[in-house]
Nanobody, 124 residues
Framework: QVQLRESGGGLVQAGGSLRLSCAAS????????MGWFRQAPGKERAFVAAFSWSGATTYYANSVKDRFTISGDSAKSTVHLQMNSLIPEDTAVYYC?????????????????WGQGTQVTVSS
């Protein structure tokens, strides 16, 4: 059974940093694409970043580029999202997700597995 477990969310002031982690278990993820989405109240779930184990390729939403960094530890099947220079607009529930066969990264409907989410709140 595939499990994605997020950790690291919390409350931070604008300009601060947080590091989210996602522990993946249940199968070998070396050929998967791993990603993060977020969902703010009243809004649709939106792509944040993705990471391909095979080529170590990264993808980012324009709104977080140069502020967020996605990385992975293949030995531990863990994916991290380092978030710097946080702004109130980053407030959302952040979800870890995994895609078995690379498709449309930016559309949540193409992703196969999801974690429960972790709340990130940025105060002004």
């Amino acid at each position: 059974q595939v499990q994605l477990r997020e950790s690291g969310g919390g409350l931070v002031q604008a300009g601060g940093s947080l590091r989210l982690s996602c522990a993946a278990s249940g199968r070998t993820f070396s050929n998967y694409v791993m990603g993060w989405f977020r969902q703010a109240p009243g809004k649709e779930r939106a792509f944040v970043a993705a990471f391909s184990w095979s080529g170590a390729t990264t993808y980012y939403a324009n709104s977080v580029k140069d502020r967020f960094t996605i990385s992975g530890d293949s030995a531990k099947s863990t994916v991290h999202l380092q978030m710097n220079s946080l702004i109130p607009e980053d407030t959302a529930v952040y979800y870890c997700t995994a895609m078995q066969r690379r498709a449309n990264l930016f559309d949540s409907r193409w992703w196969d597995y999801w974690g429960q989410g972790t709340q990130v709140t940025v105060s002004s």
